[in-house]
């Protein structure tokens, strides 16, 4: 099956973007498949760094199709002004040309992004950590069946009903959180004039993507967030609202599970969470900064300093193992060069005592690291491109990542830029 499939196998920030675009190189068509503008794809080209969050990650590449897929919840607010700040990079976006988005996609409204906000503050000191985008909001209306979606904003009689229907129901909640109510006629008016914006590039992309498949074309599958985000699989209830694993491939575009072919799994040499949960190889002090400073660990969505620790090989062979990921890859290896001994994450012990090298979704609060401590390497990392000309030690550092998550790693990232990578 001529399909690939890049996923972030952690819980995300593992540097997708740069892969996608990197195997974009070999694909007629990029389809991004769930999540929302909470996702931030960093592009870096010819010294320019670029953020993505719903404009798929082959926007560079000439000649390539970008699909946002069903599975993708979107503000259009948002969307318009993406396309706008994309284009004065002097990308050419092409709607109905090069950027598709289908007519299944919900609709994130300024209500969700105030109800995300009202519930978030409501949790106190259990606080989930959301991006407070109205992602999860807007995935709980499609679940309801209230949802807008793209396809109203064509259609003004259909999204006028829904809007008044929604916003009823939904105001009714402001005024008691005590937030500003939605107006339901100004936003149909605003929305109107988005669709007919937007008009040339929505479709109905499954349609179009099964029809791609028929012809034998080459499709990537972009996944945002990663696999620990799954609601599902992932660290509930502090993940995503969406399947960010390679089972929501099928849900968000509109294809048969059966086309997912090859997965890459994206993963960091080390490893980071940003907002509250578990995350059991968790540093702190120096090492904690050392690592959140050379690899610049802030949220490229929100700015947070994301939380830094070891590379942990229990959970990344739990993530491989649900995603079906058949090749890894590692991305940030340069970032530990210089850093002494480097520590993985080989096994949990659990608060009897005992040791498992099992992911226990259910009890990860109650575990610690059992940390393997591998030799470090020296020197700059980021001009080469042959894995013979990285340093000895971090040959076998690779070599053990490798063996520990039990799938090969055939992509190695040193640097930030398209070309700064390493093929085996």
Not at 253 to 279: C, D, H, I, M, N
Request: charged content about 25%; proline content about 5%; glycine content about 14%.
């Amino acid at each position: 099956m001529p399909t690939t499939c890049v996923i972030g196998l952690l819980w995300g920030d593992e540097g997708k973007g740069k892969i996608i675009d990197l195997l974009a190189e070999d694909a007629d068509v990029v389809a991004r498949f769930g999540g929302g503008h909470n996702a931030g794809h960093t592009l870096v080209h010819e010294g320019e760094r670029m953020v993505l969050h719903l404009i798929p990650s082959a926007i560079r590449r000439p000649g390539t199709l970008n699909v946002i897929g069903n599975g993708v919840v979107v503000d259009p607010f948002h969307l318009r002004d993406e396309i706008e700040r994309v284009r004065g990079h002097g990308i050419a976006i092409e709607l109905g040309g090069n950027l598709l988005v289908s007519e299944g996609c919900h609709l994130i409204l300024p209500l969700h992004r105030l109800l995300d906000h009202a519930s978030e503050s409501s949790r106190g000191a259990a606080k989930l950590g959301t991006t407070g985008r109205g992602i999860g909001p807007t995935y709980a209306d499609r679940a309801a069946r209230c949802g807008i979606r793209v396809g109203d904003l064509l259609r003004p009689e259909r999204l006028r009903r829904g809007l008044e229907r929604l916003c009823d129901e939904k105001n009714a909640t402001l005024r008691a959180c005590e937030v500003p109510e939605v107006d339901a006629t100004e936003l149909q008016s605003q929305l109107l004039e988005i669709g007919e914006w937007l008009r040339p590039a929505v479709r109905d992309t499954g349609a179009l993507l099964r029809s791609v498949l028929r012809d034998g074309k080459r499709l990537l599958f972009e996944g945002a967030q990663g696999v620990l985000l799954d609601v599902d699989h992932g660290t509930y209830p502090f993940v995503t609202s969406s399947s960010a694993s390679t089972g929501g491939i099928a849900i968000g575009t509109g294809l048969p599970p059966q086309v997912v072919g090859e997965v890459t799994g994206v993963v960091k040499a080390y490893s980071t969470r940003v907002g509250a949960g578990p995350y059991p190889s968790e540093l702190d002090g120096d090492i904690a900064e050392r690592i959140r400073a050379a690899g610049n660990e802030y949220g490229s969505t929100t700015g947070r300093p994301r939380r830094c620790g070891w590379f942990d090989a229990v959970a990344t062979r739990y993530a491989v193992a649900v995603s079906g990921t058949t090749e890894i890859a590692l991305t940030m290896l340069d970032v530990l060069s210089g850093f002494g001994d480097i520590g993985v994450c080989v096994a949990y012990e659990r608060g009897d005592g005992s040791k498992t090298t099992e992911f226990p979704v259910f009890d990860l609060d109650d575990v610690k690291p059992v940390v393997e401590f591998f030799p470090g390497f020296e020197g700059d990392l980021t001009g080469m491109r042959r894995f013979d000309d990285l340093p000895e030690n971090a040959q076998k550092y690779v070599h053990s990542l490798e063996e520990l998550a039990g799938v090969p790693i055939r992509t190695i990232s040193v640097g930030p830029g398209r070309d700064q990578v390493i093929r085996r």
